[in-house]
């Protein structure tokens, strides 16, 4: 099964403002990313080389920017695996509710910056992937 259009992951290039003094990129929320963003944080301090587990959301989307530094997030809808090499900071990747993601290969020092689009809910949360599988063939029944 290939991802269907509307709900693929796929990069977003973001408008690059160059000054002399130094780029400016801006994310506007339902503008620039395809949701109202109500939750942002972001991840740091991994050491290179590292891993962040998977996990998948059952209402949650997410836009992932590679503040500094870079690193690879790997998407998977329980039938194709795909992997974004996020390094460049006008860049970031849309990902849909109901993908598996991980993010790995963390390079020394970098910030990943995540934009979602719900407040914080643990139950949104499927931090399995068999669990995550079984609920992708029931949503394809």
Known sequence: MAFDNRNEPHLIELSKNRDPRGNLSVIESGVDVPFKVMRNYWIYDVPSGMWRDGHAFKEQE???????????????????????????????????????????????????????????DPSDYIEHFSEYQTQKSKENE
């Open 62 to 120: 997410e836009f992932i920017v590679a503040l500094s530094g870079s690193f690879d997030v790997v998407v998977n809808d329980g039938e194709r695996r795909l992997t974004f090499h996020l390094c460049r900071p006008q860049i970031g990747l849309y990902v849909p509710k109901m993908m598996w993601r991980h993010i790995d290969n963390f390079s020394t020092n970098s910030v990943a910056l995540v934009l979602s689009s719900t407040i914080y």
